[in-house]
């Protein structure tokens, strides 16, 4: 399977949100087990947030438009952002950058990649473009700062590509251990330029 034949697209028809939701379903519940399936019976809908002031971008590949990962960026609305939840202070820490959105949701099925053939290096490939996709959203709705909850292994790799975040607070349990950081659109675009030119990852 070659990775151009990878593409994020905008879950913005009720098809495309379904498979998004379903894969992100599929992710947390049955393979990583971070959730009961039991909690969640809505079929257009993972948690409040899909129900507010979310989008959502789901990347899938080749003709048939098979779904292997999603992700999604919450917009200040009514609900607190999550990573404020889990780390009150890193609400202080971004006072003078309000608003900001959180990505989140970040998830790729390790048995719909396996099932089409993915590489470990594609599936890299498949984060960065998330993110891409997502700090274009963020471009585009004219917020230039975003928070996110990522599991360490995560955090570490993107420090390690060059992504300049900066992590609040301790880790937290939170379906594993996280780690609650933010950073500027700008130092994710950087990122995500800079790990497409190492060799190394």
């Given at each position: 399977?070659?990775?151009?034949?990878?593409?994020?697209?905008?879950?913005?028809?009720?098809?495309?949100?379904?498979?998004?939701?379903?894969?992100?379903?599929?992710?947390?519940c049955n393979e990583r087990r971070y959730e009961d399936p039991n909690d969640?019976?809505?079929?257009?809908?993972?948690?409040?947030?899909?129900?507010?002031?979310?989008?959502?971008?789901?990347?899938?590949?080749?003709?048939?438009?098979?779904p292997l990962a999603t992700a999604r960026v919450i917009i200040p609305g009514s609900l607190k952002l999550p990573a404020f939840s889990l780390q009150p202070q890193i609400e202080e820490s971004l006072s003078d950058k309000m608003p900001v959105v959180e990505c989140s949701a970040f998830c790729a099925s390790r048995?719909?990649?396996?099932?089409?053939?993915?590489?470990?290096?594609?599936?890299?490939?498949?984060?960065?473009?998330?993110i891409d996709s997502l700090c274009g959203l963020a471009e585009e709705i004219g917020l230039d700062h975003s928070v996110m909850t990522l599991e360490k292994v995560l955090y570490v790799y993107l420090q390690r590509c060059g992504f300049k975040l900066k992590a609040e607070g301790q880790p937290v349990y939170y379906f594993g251990w996280r780690i609650t950081c933010w950073g500027s659109r700008e130092d994710m675009v950087f990122g995500v330029k800079n790990a497409s030119l190492s060799k190394t990852n």
């Open positions: 399977m070659e990775s151009n034949d990878l593409r994020v697209v905008r879950a913005d028809s009720m098809d495309l949100f379904k498979k998004s939701v379903a894969l992100q379903k599929s992710v947390y969640h019976m809505d079929p257009y809908a993972f948690d409040d947030y899909d129900r507010e002031r979310q989008t959502r971008r789901i990347l899938i590949m080749g003709k048939d438009d098979i048995s719909a990649c396996k099932e089409a053939g993915v590489s470990q290096k594609t599936r890299r490939k498949i984060l960065l473009m998330l």
